[in-house]
């Protein structure tokens, strides 16, 4: 996992990795299909779910960190969101009455992409913007979770020159990427994420999204048999 992770990143040391992953309860990890053995991890997401209170209400909190995949599995980590999937619907189901939020610190112009269309409902929204009860939301999970690290001002978590920055060459952009409605968006609200700055991203994770991703995921698989 830290040989990927480095070779893909900027500013990072193994010691700050091994901090990362140690708060963490959970690593989803990816592999080649073709490779039994399982040698070669190809990527990976760490996680974690903890509870808040927030205006008088326990929460859960789905919080997800290092995380990479080899640029030649990008679009094709469909076991990994599926193992993610079940971590959630475990959480509903022992939880059934309880709101679970996904927060989600991005820095990629190509994350963004993937979680504003796979999370139809999050905050701030590239068209619908940020309500004010959402935006207090937003601010009570991220001051907890990053403290002076923390900007709601600009609403982005900011560690200076100490924050992990993808390598320029992994992800170029190319005008038809700019010019996506999302990426506009994520642009514009987040300057600084071609230096590490991460917008924080807020979305429920409930019954009515399980559905929805596991729709997709289905859709997608038979696609790929045809």
Known sequence: M?????????????DLFRSDLAEKECVHLGFDA???SFSVVRGFSTAMVYSQEYQNEKVGVLF???????PDYWGRQTAVHK?????????????????????????????????????????????????????????????????????????????????????????????EVRAMEEIQFFMKANPGFETGDELV???????KFLRTFTWKLVKRAVRGRR
């Open 64 to 70: 997800t960190g290092d995380s990479i995949f080899h």
């Open 83 to 175: 193992s993610l999937m079940w971590t959630v619907l475990e959480w509903k189901l022992k939880n059934p009455t309880r709101q679970l939020y996904y927060l989600f610190p991005c820095s990629g112009c190509r994350t963004y992409l993937f979680m504003a269309r796979n999370l139809p409902e999050h905050w701030p929204h590239f068209r619908h913007g940020l309500p004010e009860r959402q935006r207090g939301l937003r601010d009570a999970l991220a001051r907890r979770k990053f403290g002076d690290a923390w900007k709601p001002e600009r609403g982005v978590v900011s560690f200076g020159e100490k924050q992990a920055v993808l390598k320029g060459h992994v992800a170029p952009f190319t005008d």
């Open 34 to 36: 073709k490779d039994r």
């Open 2 to 14: 830290w040989r990927l992770y480095e070779e893909y990143y900027d500013n990072v040391t193994y």
């Open 201 to 207: 991203i807020v979305a429920p994770l409930d019954f």
